[in-house]
């Protein structure tokens, strides 16, 4: 088989295990180190029971970050050696960053964080407890930032074929990076309420009548209901600012052939790229031009702009974007319901009471942050081909000269390890559930007086 | 601000400081966990939690060693890495399973224990070896034949025993009792590998190299470096010393096998070094020529020179803070 494509979708399978574990992590520091204060501020032990029982999920969570990240990193050479020989000089400051000033703050704190709260004043664990949440958020930033950079390059110069940085700031804060990272940051959030949501909903389920189960079930409701709204504006930003720098993009998200005025929204269609057009194609009047141009009459690029003069596409392949894309909205669209339900619920009921087809939906949900996340990344990533870095290299030119084979064993190895892993996850965050939060031996944390 | 030809020299050696961190600090606790066969259930618990706090900063050290190759010397990780291929995906696999059991031990169901306590081993146990069997490929030029992947089996498997007698060196410092007990007998074991694998590579990568040869045995430079050998001879016969004696009556010494296996992977290290100064691809690019344009090398640079004392202070502050015996690990 074929060399490009197999390393595109090992990378594209490692990326895809990996970002589902950040995503965790990212909002869970900030989620314990409240929980922490939370505890500090009120004694009441039902946030140190749910400390205590998320702090062991983060754990878990962190470490499968940690290790499929370091794949990533070592694949830049094994296989994409002319990403780094191309962008190496903006790409490589921006890694070795993130490196320096998240990777090693998140993993020595983590140690003092998780084993060091008998050995260390109660300040410094929260302090720990601060400077792994800040450390994963720092690691997010930097990754977004070279994310962001490729899709919108902005503030180097090519000479010889070789990028070159000319405006460090132009480069950080590269037109889509304020999105991009906004976009993201939301939708760990989103996945961590819903995962504390569902998982609490679980043990409601089983007759877990603890404190902790129905405070865990009521933060989660409420996190999900606080930031969807914010989430789908900033959705919309982020695509409006996709329509200004990448239209293409959003021309195959939107599967819009033509340019033109009164663009309808399609909600569901076949798009074919050999005919040129949708099949089955359901959709609402003028909608597209409404959302992207605040106006029914608004002129959106079509895909067939974006066609060389041999005929070949310079657009991203139409059906996987715009599949992703309506499973990523399709996905926030049953978050807002439910959180809202479920938010209306709690004010009526309270947490004890919710009703069981609602906590078996919220349990339904559990990992519905990853789904949407997956496809917004599917959606962003998908929709940059044939890129790699927009208008300066293609994926094409930067793989690597490795025997096909090759590729196709250590993806085959790598898909074994990633399903046995993804499937153990899973079953252990339930099984941690249904251990419940009992613990053997009292806490060693005391409130501050 | 920086001169051109100063810049590789400064990543060459902040990328040696990185993997000699990394071969000390990981080769802990992957040596732990290829001595995990050797122990009871309740020792590993124990040997578990004396590198709980510290393993995942341990591997990031290879992290940073891997991203100053890929920042500094772009071309060279290209061409390392390519021709590393199959090695470091087992590696990879290795260093995955292994990160994961651990967490997974402690936290899926009781009767899984069993099974990611063998993926730790085998984890830990693929990451030594082609660790080892990279370094040995590496020392052979990067070539592929019978002779060069022989070789590289064999340091394959040194690494792995070294790294065995470094992590039986932490076992004896961070335990006590029967376990500690146990630790010197692997140790006592382990070292003879040790003395094997490191006259071994000693004899041969001079050998396969005429250039490398000449570097060793030219007058003076033979006067200059024969205090390394000599030095690392004396280091084997006190650990060996030592090992017959250890564990003393008040626990005296039992610092020293860990810290003697330090100080013989840091002169191995140097050796090593030299050796293949100024090269980065051996015998192919120098340093110099691997490396990126010095406004890229400036920028990391000056970020290196704030963020990696800092780090180095907040990573000894964690090993003060977890001194002493290891106990059971608890999240309160």
């Not at chain 2, 993997?19 to 995990?36: N, P, R």
Request: hydrophobic fraction near 55%; glycine fraction near 8%.
């Amino acid at each position: 088989m074929d060399t490009l494509l197999l390393s595109r979708i090992q990378f594209g399978a490692n990326i895809s295990f990996h970002i589902l574990f950040p995503t965790i992590t990212i909002a869970l520091g900030w989620v314990l180190l409240f929980f922490k204060l939370r505890f500090q501020i009120t004694g009441a032990q039902k946030w140190m029971d749910l400390y205590l029982f998320w702090v062991k999920v983060f754990a878990l969570s962190f470490a499968l970050g940690v290790v499929s990240g370091i794949t990533m990193s070592f694949q830049f050479g094994t296989n994409w050696p002319g990403f780094m020989e191309t962008v190496g000089n903006i790409a490589g400051p921006l890694l070795a960053y993130e490196v320096l000033t998240a990777f090693f703050l998140e993993a020595v704190f983590l140690g003092i964080m998780l084993f060091g709260a008998a050995r260390v004043p109660v300040w410094v664990h929260t302090l720990a407890t601060f400077l792994v949440a800040f450390g994963t958020t720092m690691s997010a930033f930097w990754i977004i930032v070279l994310n962001s950079w490729m899709h919108t390059p902005a503030g180097y110069e090519l000479r010889d074929g070789v990028v070159h940085a000319i405006d460090w700031f132009a480069i950080v804060f590269n037109p889509s990076m304020p999105y991009r990272l906004a976009h993201m940051l939301l939708a760990s959030g989103l996945t961590v309420a819903f995962l504390i949501a569902g998982l609490s909903a679980y043990r409601a389920l089983r007759g877990d009548r603890d404190p902790a189960t129905a405070t865990g079930l009521r933060f989660g409701v409420i996190l999900g209901a606080l930031l969807i709204p914010v989430q789908i504006v900033a959705g919309d930003m982020h695509g409006l600012n996709t329509l200004e720098h990448q239209p293409q993009k959003v021309a195959a998200m939107e599967a819009n052939w033509e340019t033109r005025g009164n663009v309808p929204l399609v909600l569901f269609a076949l798009p074919d790229e050999t005919l040129r057009e949708n099949r089955f194609e359901l959709a609402i009047p003028s909608m597209a031009s409404v959302i992207l141009k605040h106006d029914p009459a608004g002129v959106v690029p079509g895909l067939n702009d974006f066609v060389a003069a041999d005929g070949s596409a310079l657009h991203p392949p139409v059906a996987p974007v715009f599949w992703s894309f309506r499973v990523m909205v399709g996905t926030g669209v049953a978050m807002l319901g439910l959180s809202w339900l479920g938010a209306a619920l709690l004010w009526r009921r309270g947490a004890d009471a919710l009703p069981r087809p609602y906590l078996h939906a919220l349990t339904a949900m559990t990992f519905a942050g990853w789904i949407a996340t997956l496809a917004g990344w599917y959606t962003t990533e998908i929709g940059r081909q044939p890129w790699l870095v927009q208008g300066v290299l293609t994926t094409e030119a930067a793989v690597g000269d490795v025997a096909g084979g090759m590729v196709l064993s250590s993806l085959l190895a790598y898909l074994a390890v990633y399903v046995l892993l993804l499937a153990a996850y899973i079953g252990a965050l339930f099984h941690l559930a249904r251990k419940g939060s009992v613990f053997p031996a009292a806490p060693a944390l005391q409130p501050a007086e | 601000m920086f001169d051109p030809q100063t810049l590789p020299l400064i990543f060459a050696s902040l990328m040696g400081l990185s993997i000699l961190l990394y071969v000390v600090l990981d080769g802990f606790d992957l040596g732990v966990g290829l001595l995990f066969p050797f122990a009871t259930e309740a020792e590993r618990d124990r040997m578990i939690a004396s590198i709980g706090p510290f393993w995942d900063a341990n591997e990031t050290w290879l992290v940073l060693a891997i991203g100053l190759l890929l920042v500094a010397f772009p071309a060279a990780h290209g061409a390392i890495l390519t021709a590393l291929y199959l090695p470091v995906a087992v590696m990879l696999i290795g260093l995955i399973l292994r990160g994961v059991a651990f967490e997974f031990r402690a936290k899926a169901p009781v009767a899984h224990k069993r099974p990611w306590d063998a993926a730790f081993w085998a984890g830990s146990l693929m990451t030594a070896l082609s660790q080892g069997f990279m370094l040995g490929l590496y020392i052979m030029g990067l070539r592929w034949g019978w002779a060069e992947i022989a070789f590289a089996s064999l340091t394959a498997v040194a690494l792995a025993v070294a790294y065995s007698f470094i992590g039986a060196g932490w076992t004896i410092l961070k335990t006590d009792g029967a376990l500690q007990i146990k630790a010197v007998t692997w140790a006592r074991g382990g070292i003879w590998g040790v003395v094997l694998g490191m006259g071994a590579v000693s004899v041969a990568t001079p050998l396969v190299s005429p250039r490398i040869f000449d570097k060793w045995f030219r007058f003076p430079e033979i006067v200059a470096l024969a205090p390394l050998p000599m030095m690392s001879g004396l280091l084997v016969a006190l650990l060996w010393l030592s090992l017959r004696r250890l564990p003393t009556r008040d626990d005296s010494f039992a610092w020293f096998p860990f810290a003697g296996a330090v100080t013989l992977m840091v002169l191995g290290f140097f050796g090593m070094a030299y050796s293949f100064y100024p090269y980065i691809v051996p015998d192919r690019l120098t340093i110099w020529q691997a490396a990126s344009s010095t406004e890229a090398l400036t920028i990391i640079l000056v970020g290196t020179l704030f963020v990696l004392p800092v780090i180095l202070c907040y990573t000894v502050l964690a090993y003060v803070i977890f001194r002493g015996k290891a106990t059971k690990l608890s999240y309160v």
